[in-house]
C-alpha cells in the first residue's frame, strides 16, 4: 500500500473543509506553500497543518450532549444547559492552540550565517513587502505574507524576522502571541458564541433566583443583567472584581439595553457591577464554608 504524502493528505482535508463550508476556492496560502521546494521541511509543515485544520474542525465533545433538532440559531441555548459548557469549549479552542503553536514553533538553528542587516531590512519593511532576491524560497515566501491580511502579516512578519536573527525565544513567544490573537481573541465565531452562552446562562440564573426568592417582576431586568456580569466574570480572567467591572462595563450595559434595564448612569454603572460580582463572592463563600 502506497503511502500519502503529507502535502496529499492535508489537501484532501482541505478540500473536505472547503466542500463543508461551501468555500468558493482554495485558499491563496495553499497555492503559496504547495509552490515551495520537496523538502523535509515542507512535508514536516504540511503534517503539521493537517493536524491542525483537523482540530479546528473537529466537533466538540459537547455536540453529543446536544437534543436532537439543534440548530445552529438554538445551539447556544442548548449549551447553556449543559453544566461547565463555556469551560469545556474554552479548553478545547485552548487545546487547538497549542497544537497551532507547536506547528509554528522552532528549536535553536544555526546562527554562524546570519545577516543581521538583511534582519533588520525584513523586519522593518512595510507592506507590500517586496524582493530582488533570486531565492525561490524567500520569493515564495514574501509571496505568502503579502497575500494575508496585514494584522496577521505583520505578526508573521515579526515570528520570522526572530527566527533569522537566531531569537528562537522570541519567536516561539510571538508563535503564542499570534496563535491566541488568531483562534481565540480575533475568532468571531467563538467569541460571539462564549457571548451567546453568557447571556443564556444569565437568563436562566435570573430566572432560577427570581423563582427562589419570589421576587416580582419590577426587579426580573436586573436579576438578568446582574446574572450577565457575574457570567462574564466567571468565564473570564479577571485579577478582582474592581478590574472585571471595568472590563465588562459597556457588554454589560449593551445586554442590559437589550433586555429594557438601563443603570442610572455610565459612572454608576461599573460600581454596581462590581458590587454585584463581590456580593456573588462573598454569598459563594459563605455557602462553601457551610459544607
Not at 438554538?74 to 459548557?85: G, M, R, T, V, Y
Not at 510571538?174 to 467563538?190: K, P, T
Request: glycine share 4%; aromatic share 8%; with cysteine.
Amino acid at each position: 500500500m502506497t503511502e500519502i504524502s503529507s502535502q496529499k493528505k492535508f489537501t484532501q482535508t482541505l478540500e473536505e473543509i472547503i466542500e463543508q463550508y461551501s468555500i468558493s476556492e482554495q485558499p491563496e496560502f495553499l497555492k503559496v506553500l504547495t509552490a515551495l521546494p520537496d523538502s523535509p521541511d515542507k512535508d514536516k509543515m504540511f503534517e503539521d497543518m493537517d493536524e491542525v485544520f483537523r482540530a479546528i474542525t473537529s466537533p466538540s465533545e459537547l455536540s453529543s450532549k446536544l437534543p436532537k433538532g439543534t440548530t445552529e440559531d438554538s445551539a447556544a441555548k442548548e449549551l447553556a444547559k449543559i453544566p461547565d459548557s463555556q469551560k469545556i469549549l474554552s479548553e478545547e479552542q485552548q487545546k487547538m492552540v497549542e497544537i497551532f503553536i507547536e506547528m509554528l514553533s522552532s528549536s535553536s538553528g544555526n546562527e554562524s550565517q546570519i545577516d543581521m542587516n538583511n534582519v533588520r531590512r525584513f523586519a522593518n519593511a512595510n507592506f507590500p513587502l517586496s524582493s530582488d532576491t533570486n531565492d525561490e524560497d524567500e520569493a515564495v515566501l514574501l509571496n505568502l505574507l503579502n497575500s494575508q491580511p496585514e494584522a496577521i502579516a505583520e505578526f508573521m512578519q515579526a515570528m520570522m524576522a526572530c527566527h533569522m536573527a537566531g531569537m528562537t525565544k522570541a519567536a516561539n513567544l510571538l508563535s503564542r502571541l499570534f496563535a491566541q490573537h488568531v483562534l481565540v481573541i480575533e475568532n468571531d465565531s467563538y467569541q460571539s458564541l462564549q457571548m451567546d452562552l453568557t447571556k443564556n446562562k444569565g437568563h436562566i440564573e435570573a430566572s432560577s433566583q427570581a423563582g427562589k426568592s419570589g421576587r416580582n417582576k419590577r426587579y426580573e431586568k436586573s436579576d438578568k443583567v446582574k446574572a450577565f456580569a457575574i457570567q462574564l466574570y466567571l468565564s473570564g480572567n479577571f485579577k478582582n472584581p474592581h478590574q472585571a467591572s471595568q472590563a465588562i462595563v459597556f457588554q454589560v450595559a449593551e445586554f442590559g439595553q437589550s433586555v429594557g434595564y438601563r443603570f442610572t448612569s455610565d459612572y454608576q454603572a461599573p460600581r454596581t457591577i462590581e458590587t454585584w460580582i463581590r456580593k456573588y463572592l462573598n454569598e459563594t463563600k459563605k455557602c462553601q464554608q457551610k459544607k
